[in-house]
């Protein structure tokens, strides 16, 4: 099993930028997909970006694209999200996942994951 715990949320302004860690405890991390996913208000879970396991290879957003970069180190068993020229429409619940067990096709589809934490808030005042 993995536990999580995020951190590096709060209050920034438009423009501005936030990294944002997800601390995994338990073994095997590089062994699990990580991803980020966000939750505003009223709306659902949204996709923002992805780290699959064993591999290099990372995966975003469309809202986030030259924006957001995921990264993991894999010796401290953390993940981060750094973002940058942040925008009000990025105010949200940031989430952290973890699965050891999804497939390539379905690393966008938050249902599939099975570990969360308990979330960070962001918030980007205009």
């Known amino acids: 099993q993995a536990h999580l715990v995020e951190s590096g949320g709060g209050l920034v302004q438009t423009g501005g930028s936030l990294r944002l860690s997800c601390a995994a405890s338990g073994r095997s991390f590089s062994g699990y997909t990580m991803a980020w996913f966000r939750q505003a208000p009223g709306k659902e879970r949204e996709f923002v970006a992805a780290?699959?396991?064993?591999?290099?290879?990372?995966y975003q957003g469309d809202s986030v694209k030259g924006r957001f970069t995921i990264s993991r180190d894999n010796a401290k068993n953390t993940v981060y999200l750094q973002m940058n020229n942040l925008l009000p429409e990025d105010t949200a619940v940031y989430y952290c996942?973890?699965?050891?067990?999804?497939?390539?096709?379905?690393?966008?589809?938050?249902?599939?994951?099975?570990?969360w934490g308990q979330g960070t808030q962001v918030t980007v005042s205009s």
């Open positions: 996942g973890a699965s050891a067990r999804l497939i390539l096709s379905s690393v966008r589809d938050s249902a599939r994951y099975d570990y």
């Open positions: 780290s699959f396991r064993g591999t290099n290879n990372i």
